[in-house]
């Protein structure tokens, strides 16, 4: 157990030496080793305790570099969508959530193909009401998935602020998240007395890596720092993109298969639905329907096919700019004849 906490001490303070040069990411190089400790439904107490305590001892290692026009204007509209997205969890599937996080991630692809001179014509400062608007979604998606890490790394990163601006404002900004999270867990009961300990361990290491990562800092320079961030938010992007894909396939029971039609459909749940392309028509999703979904008018014509063919496969299409229409597979001797009707 011993070798256990010192590897555990040494891999927590790379990991915040990581996140605090990319912005982000010492959770994911941590998760796998706090999973040789504790059940998974505590480990985000842990998590936490130490990402509060770097963000604490970041604050009075670079208290000189916060920028707090952003601080003003970003914490006042975090802590309550923080708790409004601990509400939303109830509701929201967060597998679908990190799906969309994962997209926003890789949105920044293009950055690190940006040469130094472009990079530097696109930071600038944002209105007020953009620092508010990002307070709020940090707070929102912190609440709901647990974390913020590397999201909104774009905005610090295009806002024009120093590297040493960057870990200090972050730090700020985001250490009345961590608190009001680790509430949410006591009153929820997600934590232990071991999951306590273990925090308190990657605490001390967290504060250990903000205080020599100063050190680090001024051997790299400012567009590297921010390709190292950029390039950061797309490997984790790739990352949660994959993984997320993996759980819901598992989760809804998605799977491709072919139909009567020899159509290729998806089904969902319990929904069948098949995708088709075509270049003078365009994308249509097609719903396998029972006839007491059809409208009354097409319900009669259905009734008056059934005296005519052995059976009848009906589809719902949806299709982008053009009225819902109905398709009408009908079988008479093995013989298939599609009829398709406008709504």
């Known amino acids: 157990m011993a070798l256990k906490i010192i590897l555990l001490f040494l891999v927590t303070v790379m990991a915040f030496w990581v996140s605090a040069i990319c912005g982000g990411g010492a959770s994911l190089i941590l998760l796998p080793m706090l999973n040789l400790f504790l059940p998974v439904s505590v480990i985000p107490f842990s998590l936490t305790i130490g990402t509060f305590a770097s963000s604490a001892s970041r604050i009075v290692v670079f208290k000189k570099s916060i920028h707090w026009k952003i601080f003003f204007w970003f914490v006042p509209f975090s802590i309550p969508a923080v708790l409004l997205g601990a509400w939303l969890m109830k509701l929201i599937n967060p597998f679908y959530l990190q799906i969309f996080v994962a997209l926003f991630l890789l949105a920044n692809i293009p950055e690190l193909f940006r040469t130094k001179k472009q ?69 929820l009961g997600l934590y232990s007395a071991k999951a306590g300990w273990i925090g308190l361990a990657i605490a001390l290491a967290s504060v250990v890596s903000s205080y020599t990562v100063k050190f680090i800092l001024p051997y790299l320079s400012e567009y590297v720092f921010r390709k190292i961030g950029y390039g950061a938010m797309v490997v984790s992007g790739l990352f949660l993109f994959f993984n997320t894909s993996q759980n819901i396939i598992q989760q809804d029971h998605i799977s491709f298969s072919q139909n009567l039609h020899d159509e290729t459909t998806m089904n969902w749940r319990n929904s069948s639905l098949v995708l088709e392309f075509a270049i003078d028509d ?37 299709k982008f700019g053009s009225k819902i229409s109905y398709e009408f597979y009908c079988y008479r001797n093995d013989q298939l004849t599609k009829l398709e009707f406008d709504e």
């Open 119 to 187: 990079q530097v014509n696109e930071e600038k400062p944002y209105p007020p009401f953009v620092l508010a608007l990002v307070g709020f979604l940090a707070g929102l998606i912190s609440g709901i998935t647990g974390a913020i890490g590397l999201l909104f790394n774009r905005f610090y990163l295009r806002y024009g602020l120093t590297k040493e601006e960057i870990v200090a404002t972050r730090a700020a900004n985001e250490i009345f998240l961590h608190s009001i999270k680790l509430i949410i867990y006591f009153f």
């Open 282 to 318: 365009g994308l249509e999703i097609e719903r396998p329907i029972k006839p007491d979904e059809l409208p009354s008018t097409l319900k009669v014509r259905y009734d008056e096919l059934t005296t005519q063919y052995d059976r009848i496969f009906l589809e719902k299409v949806f």
